[in-house]
């Protein structure tokens, strides 16, 4: 079943604005891991955020995690058409090592 | 280095018929999982092995099975295949089991007719 849900589940924008995507999930995690999946592909990996940590940065990409909500964020900036592709949260809990994952946004960026 | 790698990349099989597919983990990662991923229930987790030995299991059916070999390649077998096995089967690897990241093969597609 899924951990949670991703919102929106459909985004479009047009080239050079940022992306927003959010994640929900249920219960107490021990990292937080975004993916990208190019339509057919297998998952590119992004960023892993620790339970601990609030905020991470990679290139365009930041991710926030609120344990307190149970939630996450990820935001690009500046996007380009190549970042179309779904997104994916996956979270892992205490002690165990199987990712669960949200139900996914897919992103358009029009060129 | 190179990634996860799986093979093989499509197959097609019939009902009732058996299908293993393969996994090779990042070189020196010893973790290995198994998802399987349709359009209706997303992305779900099959299993998962660590030096040899299933830690965990997903909410599938016994006809799911897999391994680990002592090289840390990792095959999963489908047994009596039904239509609603047609799934893109991801294979994922990490260095240790709880602390890294995961990273993920380009899967598996099965269409079974």
């Known amino acids: 079943s899924q951990q949670g849900e991703e919102d929106p589940q459909a985004l479009s924008i047009q080239e050079g604005e940022n992306a927003t995507m959010n994640c929900s999930y249920k219960?107490?995690?021990?990292?937080l891991q975004w993916y990208r999946q190019n339509s057919g592909r297998g998952l590119v990996h992004l960023i892993l955020i620790r339970s601990n940590e609030r905020e991470k940065h990679s290139g365009r990409l930041r991710v926030t995690l609120d344990t307190s909500k149970k939630s996450s964020s990820l935001l690009i900036t500046a996007s380009r058409a190549a970042d179309t592709a779904s997104y994916f949260c996956?979270?892992?809990?205490?002690?165990?090592?199987?990712?669960?994952f949200g139900s996914g946004t897919r992103l358009q960026v029009q060129p | 280095k190179a990634g996860v790698t799986q093979t093989p990349r499509y197959l097609i099989k019939t009902r009732g018929q058996q299908v293993t597919l393969s996994c090779s983990p990042i070189?020196?990662?010893?973790?290995v999982s198994w998802y399987q991923q349709t359009p209706g229930q997303g992305l779900q987790f099959l299993f998962e092995?660590?030096?040899?030995?299933?830690?965990n299991k997903g909410n599938f059916p016994g006809r799911f099975s897999g391994r680990q070999f002592s090289n840390s390649r990792s095959e999963m077998n489908v047994s009596t295949l039904e239509l609603g096995d047609s799934a893109l089967y991801l294979c994922a690897s990490s260095m240790d089991r709880l602390k890294d990241t995961i990273y993920f093969g380009e899967g598996s597609w099965l269409t079974v007719v």
């Open positions: 996956a979270t892992d809990g205490t002690g165990r090592r199987a990712l669960t």
């Open positions: 219960t107490s995690i021990n990292n």
């Open positions: 070189s020196g990662h010893r973790s």
């Open positions: 092995y660590f030096s040899e030995t299933q830690r």
